[in-house]
Nanobody, 127 residues
């Protein structure tokens, strides 16, 4: 299984950016795809998640209303549309997938439960 994240870059505050994560090597039916972010010296932070089959989404309070997670079901690609970016959104963003059969509670919010990870894509927000 491989996850390839892309789309990061340098943007100004208030700008938008869309991250992509292409997943290969397995079907994602019944799985959860998530986005996390991390800045140096801090723990990896959960950002958003989506149930692949149903499309049900979840967001961290810090990004609710600004970020949108979505997926191309047939194309095995998950996206993170980020609008109204702020300096505190600057981080390396990681995509990951979790077997939904093990996500009965808060597992979807916790990076240690995720099974496979992408390599990360850097988002810099600066004026």
């Amino acid at each position: 299984v491989q996850l390839q994240a892309s789309g990061g870059g340098l943007v100004r505050p208030g700008d938008s950016l869309r991250l992509s994560c292409a997943v290969s090597g397995r079907s994602l039916s019944g799985w959860i795809a998530g986005w996390f972010r991390q800045v140096p010296g801090k723990e990896r932070e959960w950002v958003a998640a989506i149930w692949w089959s149903s499309g049900i989404t979840y967001y961290a309070d810090s990004v609710e209303g600004r970020f949108t997670i979505s997926r191309d079901y047939a194309g095995n690609t998950v996206y993170l549309q980020m609008n109204s970016l702020q300096s505190e959104d600057a981080a390396t963003y990681y995509c990951a997938i979790l077997d939904g059969s093990r996500a009965h509670g808060n597992q979807k919010y916790d990076p240690k439960y995720y099974d496979y990870w992408g390599q990360g894509t850097l988002v810099t927000v600066s004026s």
